[in-house]
């Protein structure tokens, strides 16, 4: 086995550590299941009767294969990708994104009226921006881009970091969150069940406070699980990490899942409807440790600190009816109706 092997399985946990923080989204802005699993899921609730993902085991050849050569050494571990809504610290030697980074606005949330891009707009396409990076590092034949069919035959689900109904205001970031480059690998009942009730409560938590700052990313185990033929890295978990400003105060939250945390497995209660938020929630702090990644550093020391620590759901202000309230109530015209018009 090569020694680059060796270093792609040893010491890739160090790569996700060396990222930088984005300038804040400039422009306002679920995690859905790809056509493909939905299809596969559709007939069943029963959890024990759906997919589950599961790691390839020839895991030592494919390190090898999937290590940059040394060519390719002036590759960084963090490349920025600036869309309409979202901004990805992108991983190319994981094929991963290290976390996406959007915000949430409840006068968007009222207006998420957009439905879900269909397959004529290309969902879950390579991200053109980081096509053209790769191209410019002449990386393009050496570093695998993921594309739609990277997780076929897993039993992995393509799970949106920033989720789709989060965008439905805006049909153009809608399309560019089904980019690869915002997705993971995540177990298909995590994707269309616990994982997307969180992004639901998510969005109330934005609609009672007004406005919400999000992270999302992956959280790897010591040693690595492993990765996909295709090169992706599985994690063992993920994260949101929330802060709300509000009326002067500052609001910390995070939210961590892993891979098991799936309807009617190893969950600590049952509780109704597959909502587990309540038990995942811990402070943005932890998440830092974990990743090794800092979050919020745009913010004074004594502010981080002080809502970095915090862990209290209580304290926010929840609102489930301001999610696509403006819809119906006020008859919007028809190219915000998710009914898209032709331009001229």
């Known amino acids: 086995m090569k020694s680059s092997s060796l270093v792609f399985l040893l010491v890739f946990w160090g790569l996700v550590a060396c990222t930088h923080q984005p300038r804040p989204s400039e422009n306002r802005s679920d995690s859905d299941a790809s056509m493909s699993d939905s299809k596969a899921n559709a007939s069943s609730r029963n959890p024990a009767a759906r997919r589950e993902g599961t790691l390839p085991p020839n895991q030592l050849q494919i390190a090898e294969d999937c290590a940059l050569p040394a060519s390719m050494a002036k590759v960084p571990d963090s490349i920025y990708l600036k869309h309409r809504a979202m901004w990805i610290n992108y991983n190319p030697r994981l094929r991963n994104p290290n976390w996406v980074y959007h915000e949430l606005y409840r006068e968007n949330l009222q207006r998420a009226c957009f439905k879900r891009p ?80 969180l992004e639901n409560r998510i969005r109330n938590l934005a609609c009672g406070m007004g406005h919400v700052r999000v992270y999302t990313g992956p959280i790897y185990s010591k040693p690595p699980m492993g990765a996909l033929k295709s090169c992706a890295m599985v994690p063992e978990a993920y994260y949101k990490a929330l802060l709300a400003i509000k009326n002067g105060q500052y609001y910390g939250i995070a939210f961590i899942y892993s891979q098991d945390d799936r309807v009617g497995a190893n969950l600590d209660v049952q509780p109704a409807k597959g909502d587990i938020s309540g038990q995942r929630v811990v402070s943005i702090a932890e998440v830092e440790d974990r990743t090794g990644i800092p979050l919020f550093t745009e913010f004074s020391e ?39 018009t032709e331009e001229p």
């Open 118 to 197: 269909g397959p004529g707009s290309g969902p879950f396409g390579i991200d053109p921006q980081l096509k053209k990076l790769l191209e410019g590092f002449n990386a393009q034949k050496a570093i695998s881009i993921i594309n739609s069919n990277s997780y076929k035959n897993t039993g992995f689900d393509r799970g949106h970091l920033a989720p789709n109904a989060d965008f439905a205001h805006d049909n153009q970031a809608q399309v560019e969150s089904f980019y690869m480059s915002n997705m993971m690998p995540q177990q298909p009942d995590v994707n269309q069940q616990t994982w997307a009730k």
């Open 302 to 340: 004594d502010l981080q600190r002080y809502f970095k620590s915090q862990k209290d759901l209580s304290r926010w202000t929840e609102s489930a009816s301001c999610y696509k309230e403006l819809c119906k109530t006020q008859g919007l015209p028809p190219d915000e109706r998710g009914e898209v």
